[in-house]
């Protein structure tokens, strides 16, 4: 399998072949061969597109990250059009070189990043000069709008990454501004938990869909599996806070949403994608949530006693969930064995 | 969309590339299909190795709590009880891998480290003997605990008490360079003669072992990234010296590293691909020498791409991106020479890597 952004060595999976090296035996020798033949050591070209991706991606992120600190430094004593100047230039200069370059080039795609963030750097700026008193959420939902149309056409999973993590700080500074007294423990902050899992939800289906044209290496998961981790997390701590608030309100369709969320990431990483790490994930979740709910419920008894049963659960629950993560993961592999 | 090979396509494919023997291939397809091996991935041992941590903290807070264990020599008690029987319960277990089973006596053992650790700590009230005791304990549980996951944590164990001994003998800022150099250069030797050791008796303890080492080497690399926290309230403030040393001898495990790669290519390292990759990491060590966790992220990036591991590879990246997050609170260099000397070198770096591609195109 190839993917278009990573040199090859780095999608073919030859975990399978390390336990068997000792037990045929092979020699170190043959066993090196065999890496360099299925690509997984890379040979010379690989090693060369590898190295202009390292001196590229390293080169631009030290070039933009040197920008963030020469503006958090002394910003003071720069005249306002200076500031503009410069990062106007940065951002007309990125965008003429992912024009020229196209976005189906690494370098294009490393310079429509550079315009992105550069381009939320710029907003910042304008906001600080001009006192607009605008708030956090309209800087961070002006960003993310202003650089969608890059984001769509870059194909980047990065750039996405970046975009996605923009209009999330969005609507939790939104959050921040318009709910009174906002408070991750109080019940009306549960819209922006909605708003978040809408957001995320609706890229990951976006990014799952696509995936099935675009990329279809191993390596290409890391970015849906992230989404996967924010949907997570956010439901996990809405049922967490539910249990140690005791919070009743509305707990029919707080559970409901929680089932829902998991049973449908189960279902579809299960049977349709086949993700372990997504199914690992899942059951980390029940096993925080069961484990609060665990203690919740013995709140009344001796200290002792709780540590005690929780302990006992907490072992118990973690070696079967990793049993079952095993038994996944051998049964996938001996399909893949066996086609 | 092409499909990978399966297991047995791809051994096939070997065999008749004669890059395995016919006999070889017959005994790869029989172990294949007896498939008793585990395939799993990093994260479900990362989940059963929390999981026993967490349980192992419970138990020991409700002994403590009834009084089950009280005083140091009961502590000390308990704790061998409970490694003693750990150990053997293994041995048993061994053949049969019970997950279940193992899990346990993960947690059995793990306790039975903590309430030992704690009864000498009470009984000598000195950390030195405490760390003695916990490398020597490594050292039998590497030898003669059959299990992964255990072994992965004897060796993080060893390396840490390492650490606390170096501490307590107020000799850590002279210490740390020599303890960082060693990591990277036994990681880069470990991870570059992988072949080699995987095809030993003691194959999965080399294959622990190359993890353990850049683990350790983050570890470090995370203590040299802030001022030292250690006991209460006091602090180990790290020389510049600490931190030159360190940058040179990461210098040269980096630079050993380049070496084997360009030697595997049959590249002259004189030649201007050497000479400009050898520049290169010298410039790096220079401008990120007062945070050597950045070289150390550069190290592992590196092995991960020349051993094709999908685990060092997005650490490594993530690392990097953190410890550069680091290196805006660095107080001894100011944030308007910080911002110019990434600017400058972000550019260098972009103009050598876009010659490069612009040659790469050409070929």
Known sequence: MSNRYLPSNITHDARWLYPLVSRIPLSGETFEAVLLKLGVVPSKSTWQQWLILLLLGLGSGLFLTGIVFFFAYNWEAMHRFSRFTLLGAGVIISSLVAFWQGTKTLLGQLALTAASVLTGVLLATFGMVYQTGADSYLFFSSWAIAILPWVIVSRFQPLWLIALMVANIAIITWGGATISQFDLFRDDTRQVTLALLTLNGCVLVLREMTSLIHISSELGRWFPRIIVLNITALVSFDIVRFIVTESYLDAPSLILLYVATLVVLSGYYLLVRKDLWVIALVMGSLILTSTTGLIEGMESSRLSLILFVTGVYIAGVTAFAAQCLRMLSKRWNVKDNVQ | ?363
């Open chain 2, 1 to 363: 969309m092409k499909v990978a090979m399966t297991q047995q396509e791809t051994l096939k494919h070997l065999a008749e590339e004669h890059v395995i023997k016919p006999a070889m291939f017959e005994q790869a397809q029989a172990l294949l299909l007896a498939d008793d091996t585990d395939h799993s991935p990093w994260y479900i041992h990362a989940l059963a190795g929390l999981g026993a941590w967490i349980s192992s903290l419970l138990f020991m807070f409700f002994a403590a709590l009834t009084g089950i264990v009280k005083g140091d020599i009961s502590f000390v008690v308990s704790g061998t009880l409970l490694l003693t029987s750990a150990l053997m319960l293994n041995r048993i277990n061994a053949p049969v891998q019970s997950t279940y089973a193992s899990q346990l006596l993960l947690v059995v053992s793990l306790s039975g480290h903590i309430l030992l650790s704690i009864g000498i700590s009470m009984l000598t009230d000195s950390m030195a003997v405490v760390s003695l005791v916990v490398m020597g304990l490594s050292i039998v549980f590497i030898l003669f605990y059959l299990q992964a996951l255990h072994q992965f944590l004897s060796i993080l164990m060893f390396f840490i008490a390492i650490l606390v001994l170096a501490a307590e003998s107020h000799a850590l800022t002279l210490l740390m360079p020599v303890i960082i150099t060693v990591l990277a250069g036994s990681a880069v030797w470990f991870w570059l003669k992988e072949s080699h050791y995987a095809a030993k008796k003691q194959a999965a303890f080399y294959h622990n072992l190359k993890y353990a080492v850049v683990v350790g080497l983050v570890i470090c690399a995370s203590l040299l990234a802030r001022q030292v926290r250690y006991g209460f309230g006091s602090t180990i403030d790290m020389s510049a010296l600490t931190y030159s040393l360190t940058a040179i001898g990461l210098f040269f495990a980096m630079v050993y590293l380049i070496a084997h790669i360009l030697q595997r290519l049959c590249v002259n390292w004189k030649s201007v691909l050497g000479v400009t990759l050898l520049l290169v990491t010298a410039f790096l060590s220079a401008l990120f020498y007062q945070t050597p966790a950045i070289m150390i992220s550069l190290i592992v990036l590196v092995l991960g791409i020349e051993r094709g591991n999908r685990i060092l590879i997005p650490f490594a990246t993530v690392g990097f991106i953190y410890f550069l997050g680091v290196y805006y609170y660095n107080l001894d260099v100011t944030l308007l020479h910080k911002s110019l000397l990434l600017m400058v070198s972000g550019l260098v770096l972009s103009i050598v890597g876009i010659v490069f591609y612009k040659n790469n195109q050409g070929e």
